[in-house]
């Protein structure tokens, strides 16, 4: 997996930011013939909006890279493996998906906006999670913010970055 710049994780990806509460994770395997992924989809209940089209109050589906109950390692994916229903956090998906968006192996299709509308396919990218233990989010990535800040620390940290979208 590539390592995105702190400027990178802000600005490469047209992607909306907010501020939200897990509602329910579920673990998912798609089996392609003798081939099977495995995922996790987030319902994720939108608080605030810093940036997109999204409304606060709404519902969104997000798919995970990894599943999170199954007892599974996938290399780059620490931070998602954290998320549990109920947590607070800061979510900067990094796309929607369209129609077109689509997996093929072995002859059949998968189309990813029959799973979720955004997805976080990098892992350790765009979540920054309230813990008992503080606050989790990639210090390899987020580097000029304080790895003992508070919930409130990481919103002014996250809104001084967020730009609008360019169209």
């Known amino acids: 997996?590539?390592?995105?710049?702190?400027k990178e994780a802000f600005q490469?990806?047209?992607?909306?930011?907010?501020?939200?509460t897990i509602r329910a994770i579920r673990d998912i395997a798609i089996h392609f013939?003798?081939?099977?992924?495995y995922y996790a989809i987030a319902k994720i209940h939108v608080d605030k909006v810093y940036r997109g089209d999204l409304?606060?109050?709404e519902t969104v589906t997000v798919l995970l890279?990894?599943?999170i109950y199954l007892h599974t390692w996938v290399e780059g994916t620490e931070i998602v493996s954290a998320m549990r229903?109920?947590?607070?956090?800061y979510f900067i998906p990094v796309r929607q998906y369209?129609?077109?968006d689509t997996y093929t192996k072995n002859g059949l299709t998968l189309y990813y906006s029959d799973l979720a509308n955004y997805s976080l396919g990098g892992g350790n990218y765009g979540v920054f999670l309230e813990t008992d233990d503080g606050l989790l989010f990639n210090r390899e990535t987020y580097t000029t913010l304080s790895?003992?800040?508070?919930?409130?620390?990481?919103?002014?940290?996250l809104t001084a970055r967020l730009k609008p979208f360019s169209e």
């Open 12 to 20: 490469t990806y047209h992607t909306p930011a907010f501020q939200g």
């Open 55 to 57: 409304d606060a109050g």
């Open 33 to 37: 013939g003798e081939h099977t992924n």
């Open 1 to 6: 997996m590539a390592f995105l710049s702190e």
């Open 65 to 67: 890279p990894r599943p």
């Open 85 to 89: 229903a109920g947590m607070r956090g």
């Open 147 to 157: 790895p003992n800040c508070t919930f409130e620390q990481a919103e002014a940290y």
């Open 98 to 100: 369209k129609a077109d």
